[in-house]
């Protein structure tokens, strides 16, 4: 249950939601030791290997093992103690970071070591993300999602901003620096997990346990299926996430190739986070201008324009520019799509739907950073970023003709209650719930890692 409400009638501010707060909390630490690596992992393959198209093949293994188990792991999150679930995991991911660390320092660190410690983080993420996204619905009142996602968002993009030149720097000073971080950050997130006191189990679980796995996944998809505005959005965020995921090591290639160190690198990819940390401030007002599929295909377009102008040959520090402007408006077209989510799914299918969502807007992302890499090695980095950008252009241009995603719309609030949308009115899901949309827009330029 989420926080109860005050004496007065009215909600106590988010900021008094404990709760919430350490979850907040747990994931801000998390999510900054995880930009750290987020630069630091490729530089370290980079530095073991040498080769680009390597550092791309990890990061695909990391997200291929987190789709394959994702739609299982929705539907165990929808069974067990989600309680012992986030724990379990946030335990998991310390103890391998600290691992990865100790080969580090000893000086033995191998490709299949980075590998095995990809897999089993991805691994831990198809059950911790779903299980966190349930959990926050729990703890926050439906009044106060559309601020709580906001703080979200800024929690992310700040952990964008400040991760990415810390890791740089860190990763200059010693190998060994920002993966030590990271796993303190998975200790904080443990000790806010458990402190927060995560709801153990949806209503329903003891129903789901009479029912086979395969039968409860094939249960959401057929929610899904019935959702025609969201399957369009879902497509078109496929290949917004493919192209999205396969910039990080052109940006690289190109920054190193213009005399920038890793510093530089840092501070360059920190144009997300500054971007997005005042698109999570102006949330609320960009959030209005435009109904979400509408306001997909605007945010994308103007995405991939910007990733071309990364390559113009303006110096080292040119691209944080561009990729600051870049996603100044992501973060409001994840709130709106957030709350849509968080309002209109039944809580007991929350962790399946969660998964289904991840799988299938992401389903083409484990060959992004594979595709980059590949691009960066044989035509350079800003060769590869002209080509991705381009092609992010050209579906957006391509999406923008489905009448169903730019019908894509946030329903009224008595139509929410009715579950009627202002769009594809009249087709309902099996529980009477009007189309929704999910957050199936990407964190553009960030690996799609859920929460993390």
């Known amino acids: 249950m989420s926080e109860r409400i005050s004496r007065g009638g009215e909600l106590p501010p988010l900021r008094r939601n404990f709760r919430f707060q350490m979850l907040w909390i747990g994931a801000s630490a998390s999510e900054l030791g995880t930009t750290l690596t987020w630069v630091a992992f490729p530089l370290l393959i980079l530095a073991v290997t040498g080769s680009a198209a390597l550092a791309g093949l990890v990061s695909a293994c990391r997200i291929t093992t987190n789709l394959l188990i994702s739609l299982p792991a929705g539907a165990w999150v929808d ?18 970071l600290a691992a990865l660390t100790i080969a580090i320092l000893a000086g033995r660190v191998a490709l299949w070591e980075i590998v095995a410690v990809a897999v089993v983080n991805g691994a831990a993420d198809s059950f911790f993300s779903p299980a966190r996204a349930a959990a926050i619905r729990a703890v926050v009142a439906p009044e106060q999602l559309p601020q709580a996602y906001a703080q979200e968002e800024a929690r992310g993009h700040a952990a964008s901003l400040a991760g990415p030149p810390l890791g740089g720097f860190l990763f200059g000073l010693g190998r060994a620096f920002p993966f030590a971080v990271d796993a303190l950050s998975y200790l904080i997130s443990l000790v806010c997990v458990v402190l927060a006191r995560v709801p153990r189990r949806p209503a329903e679980a003891a129903e789901r346990r009479e029912t086979g796995i395969r039968a409860d996944v094939m249960e959401a998809a057929g929610w899904l299926w019935r959702q025609r505005a969201l399957r369009a959005g879902l497509a078109f965020s496929l290949v917004a996430n493919l192209v999205a995921n396969a910039l990080l090591l052109p940006v690289i290639v190109m920054v190193e190739a213009r005399g920038g160190d890793p510093a530089a690198t840092g501070v360059v990819l920190a144009g997300l986070g500054l971007g997005g940390l005042l698109g999570a401030a102006l949330s609320a007002r960009i959030g209005r201008l435009l109904p979400p599929g509408k306001l997909m295909l605007a945010v994308v377009g103007f995405f991939a324009l910007a990733v071309c102008a990364t390559a113009l040959p ?10 600051f402007l870049a996603m100044v408006a992501v973060p409001a077209l994840n709130v709106v799509l957030r709350v849509l989510v968080a309002r209109l799914v039944p809580d007991a299918m929350m962790g399946r739907l969660v998964s289904l969502f991840t799988v299938a807007s992401m389903g083409l992302t484990p060959v992004g950073p594979l595709l980059g890499g590949l691009l960066a090695e044989y035509v350079g980095g800003a060769g590869a970023l002209v080509a991705v950008g381009g092609a992010l252009a050209v579906g957006c241009a391509l999406a923008s003709i489905s009448p169903a995603l730019r019908g894509l719309d946030v329903p009224d609030s008595t139509a929410a209650e009715s579950g009627v949308t202002r769009t594809d009115a009249g087709e309902r899901g099996a529980d009477g719930s009007a189309p929704s949309a999910a957050p199936v827009s990407p964190e553009l330029g960030r690996e799609p890692v859920g929460e993390r």
């Open 79 to 96: 069974r067990w103690d989600r309680r012992r679930i986030v724990i379990a995991a946030e335990a998991v991911r310390f103890l391998t």
């Open 314 to 323: 303006f110096g080292p520090y040119w691209p944080v520019v561009p990729l």
